[in-house]
Every structure is written in structure tokens, then in C-alpha cells.
């Protein structure tokens, strides 16, 4: 695999795609020699603090079939996808020394897990130049009419300021490289095996049947949007609860990034000349802009988001009771419908939007439990983990983050609004009748 001619590095992180990967764009424009590499990082897979799996069976399987279409999407440009399980500090310096690495170019993170992996790739390698680009957002960072140290405590003036303001950036376009780019990959993909689970086949019942990676994903967009044009009724059906349509469900490919946020943006965007342009379609890029926003607070809060007090420093008398944890975690508390969505979360991985709201208020404000663990266990379990809406969200249903009205959800009323007829409830609690 001895290589002489220097060459430029990818290496992926959460942007596990080629289109409008800005990332991939620049390496390929700046260079002609270009690989690429992933890794199935261990410490992933590890057992954290709160003694939940930091990656799940279910996030798992969705990243092993996203990394699996990602190294043929990087095939058809002629660029190799080496993919390792091992630590990135101790592969990704091997790599550059085998192919005489020149430059590196990754997507821009800044929470402190990846600072801290990205800081121990560095120590290691030297003579070799970092490129970081800011690769995830709606409102790139360079474009915002703020600084990011001012990024608005309160979402809705955020939103007020940037989206009649700042124009969405265009997707960037991939250029293919010439078949000389290849080189010899002897690296293999781990199976759910190697990384610790036994196989297993989705829940007939889940809301999100759908596979890992960017090919999968622009098939939802194009069905979601314009085969049944179900982008015409999302606000209507935004907070249901059962089936494949009531929301976009693109939550799991944003999160690793193999959909780009604005590919869906401006999909959105060629709806609305073609179709219709309505609420519903201006609701699906007010969830984008949301999302946005949690980014932004992590980058103005930093580490502070992941600590109890949470970015407004308060105080509540938070408890770790183990058994009311559990009973959260099992879907045995005194509500129904929390037990149906834990139930749901715990079976499939997934839970709708107004499940989350629900079970993490009840989580914090009715049995009043140390928020982080909530939150550790839904990063554990999400298909769709993404740090910051994660963490952000937690802060904001525990009073602790970018809501000043400090909150607390009736789950009974909630029930009634949005189970009426209770078919999610015995969709989950009673399967056999259902």
C-alpha cells in the first residue's frame, strides 16, 4: 500500500456524505490526490458515567450502513474510503505516514469529546496541515449578522434576525477525481458484531423503517416531497405519533450528517415553486432553523451546556433515585403515555418529537431527576442523536436552558390532545391487542 506521490486527507466525522459536503468540495478542488477515512471510534462504544451504552444497537446499525454507502459513493468519484474500529489518534497518523499525508481537511466540531480526539490526532503528526470548515449549518457562521458570542438567549429573536437578512448559501458541487486516484483498500466496515451487538431486525411497528446513508435519505426527501407531497401537510401532522408521514423523519441523517441541511432547504424551496407554498412548507425550515439555533448555543455556551446548572446557572435539587430512573427507562411510571413513548424509544430507537417534549418534562419536572441522565439516555438510544439539539432540548424542558418561562408539560392533557383515541398508547403498551 507504500505510496510516494503526497496526497490530501478527508477524514470524516458527522458529514457522512458527498453532496454539498463542503468539506469534501475543497480537498477535491485543492488537490489531485485525495482518500478519505472513517473510524468506528471505541470510546463510542464504551459504557458512560451514568452506565448506558454511549452508542446503542440502533445508532449502530443505521452508522455501519451509512459508512457502507458512503465508501460506494466515494468510489463512483474515485476516492477510497479507509475505515477502521480504532482510536482516530492511532490510526489517522499511520495513514498520514503511508501515503504522505500533506493536508487534512474535516468538518469543523467544537464540543468537547471530538476537540479532544481531534487535539489527540494532532499531537501525534507533524508537517501536516489541519483544514476545519464549518460544515453542518442552515446560517453559516461567516455569513450571521451577530457575533456568535451574542447568539440571542431567546429563539424566536434569533430567528427574527437572521431569516429575513441572511441568504442561505448554495450547495457547493463534487467534482469526480480521475480512476489514477485509486489505491490499493484492504480496510474492511465492522459488523454489529464486531462492535459488541447481536443482529437484529427492526420492530415491525417503528416509525422509522428506513436504512443508514445519503442514498436512502435523498430517496425520503424525493418521497416525502414530491411522490406524495406529504411536505404540503407537515404542520398539520407534525406532532403525530404513529406511522412513516406525520413527520419528514430526516432527523438521523442530519444528525451524521448524510444529508446536508441545505439540500433540504432548498429542495424545499424548488417545492414550493413546483407545488405549493404554504405554513407547512415554511414550518419544515422553522424546525431547520431550530436546529441551527442549539448549534449556535453550544458554540457561544461551549462545555456549559453538559453541566447541571446548564447555561442559565440555576439551581433545582435534582435527584439520582435509581429506581425512579428505571421506571422511567421501562415505561413503569404512573403515566401511560410516557410508558408508551420509553416503550417506543426503548424497541426502536425512535421517538416523535412531541414523545420527547413529554417524557423529558416528566423526567424533570414531575420526578424532578438529574436532567444529564435523561439526556445520556436518549443519546444512547437515538437514531438521531445530534449533541447539540440534544442537550439543548434537555436545558430547555429543565428550566435550565433557552426557556424563560420554565416550563412543565401536562402529559395527561397531552395525551388527550394528541392520543385521543389512544391507538399509539396500545400500539405500545398492549401490542398484542392492537
Request: aromatic share 14%; with cysteine; hydrophobic share 35%.
Amino acid at each position: 500500500m507504500q505510496e510516494t506521490e503526497n496526497m490530501s486527507l478527508v477524514w470524516f466525522r458527522n458529514d457522512l456524505r458527498i453532496q454539498d459536503n463542503h468539506v469534501l468540495a475543497t480537498a477535491i478542488k485543492n488537490n489531485e490526490k485525495v482518500i478519505a477515512v472513517y473510524c468506528f471510534d471505541p470510546k463510542y462504544f464504551e459504557i458512560n458515567k451514568y452506565g448506558f451504552k454511549i452508542t446503542e444497537k440502533y445508532r449502530a446499525k443505521f452508522l455501519i450502513e451509512t459508512v457502507s454507502n458512503l465508501k460506494q459513493q466515494l468510489a463512483q468519484l474515485h476516492i477510497d474510503l479507509l475505515v477502521y474500529y480504532d482510536l482516530p489518534e492511532t490510526t489517522i497518523p499511520e495513514v498520514c505516514q503511508t501515503f504522505n499525508i500533506t493536508d487534512i481537511y474535516l468538518q469543523e466540531e467544537w464540543t468537547k469529546d471530538e476537540r479532544v480526539t481531534e487535539n489527540a490526532v494532532k499531537e501525534k503528526i507533524s508537517d501536516v496541515r489541519f483544514h476545519s470548515i464549518y460544515n453542518q449549518f442552515l446560517y453559516h457562521p461567516e455569513d450571521i449578522n451577530f457575533e456568535i458570542k451574542n447568539t440571542p438567549q431567546v429563539f424566536t429573536v434569533f430567528r427574527k434576525k437572521l431569516e429575513k437578512y441572511v441568504d442561505i448559501r448554495e450547495e457547493v458541487t463534487i467534482e469526480t477525481l480521475p480512476n489514477s486516484n485509486r489505491i490499493e483498500n484492504n480496510t474492511t466496515i465492522p459488523s454489529l458484531e464486531d462492535l459488541g451487538f447481536k443482529d437484529f431486525e427492526n420492530d415491525p411497528q417503528t416509525a422509522f423503517p428506513f436504512k443508514g446513508g445519503e442514498t436512502e435519505a435523498l430517496n425520503r426527501l424525493k418521497d416525502y416531497f414530491f411522490n406524495t407531497k406529504k411536505l404540503g401537510f407537515y404542520k398539520k401532522t407534525r406532532n403525530g405519533l404513529v406511522g412513516l408521514d406525520y413527520s419528514s423523519k430526516f432527523s438521523p441523517w442530519l444528525a451524521n450528517g448524510s444529508i446536508s441541511v441545505r439540500t433540504i432547504y432548498w429542495q424545499v424551496k424548488k417545492f414550493e415553486k413546483e407545488h405549493v407554498k404554504n405554513q407547512s412548507t415554511y414550518w419544515l425550515i422553522f424546525e431547520l432553523i431550530w436546529r441551527d439555533y442549539f448549534k449556535y448555543v453550544s458554540l457561544k455556551h461551549g462545555s456549559q451546556i453538559f453541566k447541571l446548572e446548564g447555561i442559565l446557572h440555576k439551581t433545582y435539587n435534582w435527584s439520582t433515585n435509581k429506581n425512579l430512573i428505571e421506571k422511567w427507562i421501562n415505561g413503569e411510571t404512573k403515566s401511560d403515555f410516557v410508558n408508551a413513548n420509553m416503550i417506543e424509544l426503548k424497541e426502536t430507537g425512535w421517538m416523535s418529537n412531541r414523545g420527547r417534549q413529554n417524557v423529558a418534562s416528566y423526567f424533570a419536572k414531575e420526578l424532578k431527576l438529574d436532567w444529564r441522565i435523561g439526556a445520556a439516555y436518549f443519546e444512547s438510544l437515538l437514531l438521531d442523536f445530534d449533541v447539540h439539539s440534544n442537550f439543548g432540548n434537555w436545558m430547555y424542558v429543565a428550566g435550565v436552558g433557552n426557556d424563560p418561562r420554565d416550563r412543565k408539560f401536562n402529559v395527561d392533557l397531552q395525551a388527550e390532545r394528541y392520543d385521543a383515541n389512544g391507538k399509539f398508547r396500545r400500539m405500545w403498551l398492549q401490542p398484542n391487542l392492537f
